[in-house]
């Protein structure tokens, strides 16, 4: 077998990541307490390769908020300390930037991991998702019981002689962590564990028969496309997405797939298929037709592309709201769930007039009784008669033009109201009025969006492949008819016709979308959103109504950031 560097293939235990050549950064935290509304206090981490010690990286941070006794009695860090000390805010990037790339490593890590991702995500930083071993974990999987009935921090310190003693402060922990980390392997790589991918998939709770499946990955490319799991009579089990379809498989069958159901899915899989695609849009569209084709026991979302709802408008002389799975024109959606369809509704009755009863009225000679909405001046009662078809016809038309594009008045009407009721003090009615109003806001914003798009015969647009090369995709009627890539110097416009040529031919269909899946489209539209997307061509102008929603996100934004306040403030009366 050829040594690496002299010029042949490598040997097995050089494939993958070696240990040696892997950087870790062992990290540990203090908090203010468990839960997800407590913040860190301190940071240690030390970054590791081949044994030796690259850095460390130390600082107490300022939670904002007084640290309890009991922590204080734990930790010893007290609020004098942390008084003077950074704010998270200011700590995280560099955080980060130390931690960049490396593996990480922590006693316990999902705890200290979750503190992490919170924070990133509290203060706007991408979470990089990074490989992540838990020396609990990999203790368990290495020591017997008898050999380590604790896996406590102190007790393995102890039992493996380390250098630094724990006492539950960030850095000293994360040295005795480090300790700890070496000793576990110095024992796995005596039974032939070299590799970060050998490591990750040695670690506990992994059973032998999960583990020999990895075979059913081995054939898979390392390009972007999409999974299906088959179970022993052929039945799709499941289906996923990937930016590397082997390594994302390899996943399934190691310790990182934590979750029940998808190891149950594994066990009952004897076959990996998968499909090649140009890029992520093309994967992530494929796997949303493989879902509703096959409808995978082990998937839990968009099994179903019609599950949206939507309202239209009934045909009769007075038309009302009616809540339909399948729209025709000028419906108004998607809408995720029957509740959000139903709030809107209650809205768009009250800024429009349209009748909320569902009784039908005839055009003449209507002699119902009133309702008590009559009564209470929210309807003008057609059923007795009191308005003609003529009378209603505005409400008709105002709905039909929000939804078109064509004027917001019924937003302002709503807008008016909610004012009034909070300018007499009826907070709660107000509070309604305002999220029935976002509900409403959101959809008609989002719909518009979606229809303007599908309204567009042909368009055929390119992003950047992050390589020197672009990635194409043609979109018809809101649907991808074809997608391709023109790597580093290949001239791209022969590409672009060779795609259009070969495109799914796609016929319009009803509906606000042309016939298209709503989810479908918004895949679509999120790609071509992305800064860096250019526009090759189009058959027709891709435009918005002039008076669309759009023009509402500042109100939008505004509602959302007071009903986060409302929520913090009873969160923090409730503890």
């Known amino acids: ?8 293939q490598l040997a097995f235990d050089e494939l993958g990541t070696p240990l040696r050549a892997t950087t870790f950064v062992v990290f540990d935290l203090e908090t203010t307490g468990v839960s997800d509304e407590d913040t860190i206090t301190e940071f240690g981490a030390v970054k590791v390769r081949a044994g030796e010690v690259l850095g460390e990286f130390a600082t107490l941070v300022d939670p904002g908020r007084g640290i309890p006794p009991e922590v204080v009695a734990l930790t010893g860090i007290t609020n004098a300390m942390v008084y003077s000390a950074p704010r998270l805010d200011a700590v995280l990037p560099a955080f980060m930037e130390f931690v960049g790339g490396a593996v990480l490593v922590a006693h316990n890590a999902g705890f200290d991991v979750n503190f992490i991702r919170k924070a990133c995500e509290r203060h ?3 979470w990089p998702k990074p490989a992540v ?5 990999l203790a368990r999987r290495v020591l017997t019981r008898e050999e380590a009935p604790s896996c406590r921090l102190s007790a393995l310190a102890e039992l493996l002689h380390a250098t630094t003693k724990p006492t539950h402060r960030a850095l000293a922990d994360a040295r005795a962590t480090v300790d700890v980390f070496h000793s576990l392997l110095e024992r796995v790589g005596s039974i032939g564990v070299q590799t970060l991918e050998e490591l990750r998939d040695y670690i506990p709770d992994v059973t032998p028969e999960q583990r020999r499946k990895r075979s059913m990955a081995a054939h898979l490319p390392a390009t972007p496309g999409v999974y299906l799991f088959r179970g022993p009579g052929e039945e799709v089990l499941y289906v996923g997405t990937a930016k590397d379809l082997r390594r994302r498989v390899r996943q ?22 998968h499909v090649e695609c140009a890029h992520a849009l093309e994967a992530q569209v494929r796997e949303l037709r493989l879902l509703s084709s096959h409808k995978p026991a082990y998937n839990r979302r968009s099994k179903n592309p019609k599950q949206s709802w939507w309202l239209t408008l009934t045909d009769e002389p007075f038309p009302r709201l009616s809540l339909v799975r399948t729209p025709k024109d000028g419906a108004f959606g998607p809408f995720r769930s029957r509740g959000l369809a139903e709030d809107a509704m209650v809205a768009l009755q009250d800024a429009t007039g349209l009748r909320p009863c569902t009784i039908r009225i005839a055009a003449r000679r209507a002699n119902g009784r009133p309702c008590a909405l009559a009564e209470l001046s929210r309807c003008a009662a057609p059923c007795a008669g009191r308005q003609t078809v003529e009378e209603y016809t505005p409400a008709v038309s105002s709905f039909t033009g929000l939804v078109a594009g064509r004027l917001l008045e019924p937003l302002h009407v709503l807008e008016r109201r909610l004012d009034a009721h909070s300018a007499a003090e009826r907070f709660e009615q107000a509070r309604f009025d305002r999220d029935r109003l976002t509900v409403l806001v959101r959809a008609l914003d989002r719909g518009q969006r979606l229809a303007a798009l599908a309204a567009v015969q042909e ?5 950047p492949d992050g390589n020197g090369g672009w990635e194409f995709a043609v979109v018809r009627h809101g649907r991808l008819a074809s997608a391709g890539v023109a790597r580093r110097g290949v001239p791209p416009m022969p590409v672009v016709d060779a795609l259009a040529a070969s495109a799914e031919t796609v016929l319009p269909g009803e509906g606000p979308l042309y016939g298209a899946p709503a989810e479908e489209v918004a895949l679509v539209l999120r790609w071509l959103d992305r800064p860096g997307t250019r526009m090759v061509r189009c058959t027709q102008p891709w435009t918005e109504p002039a008076l669309a929603a759009a023009s ?16 913090a403030w009873a969160t923090a009366l409730s503890t």
């Open 1 to 8: 077998m050829t040594k690496p560097g002299a010029g042949g």
């Open 124 to 126: 706007g930083y991408r």
């Open 133 to 137: 071993v838990c020396t609990v974990q």
């Open 252 to 273: 399934y069958f190691t310790a990182s797939e934590t979750r029940r159901r998808l190891r149950e899915m594994v066990a009952l899989a004897v076959r990996v298929d």
């Open 459 to 463: 368009m055929i647009a390119a992003r």
């Open 552 to 567: 509402w996100r500042g109100w939008l934004n505004r509602a959302d950031a007071a009903r986060d306040r409302e929520m």
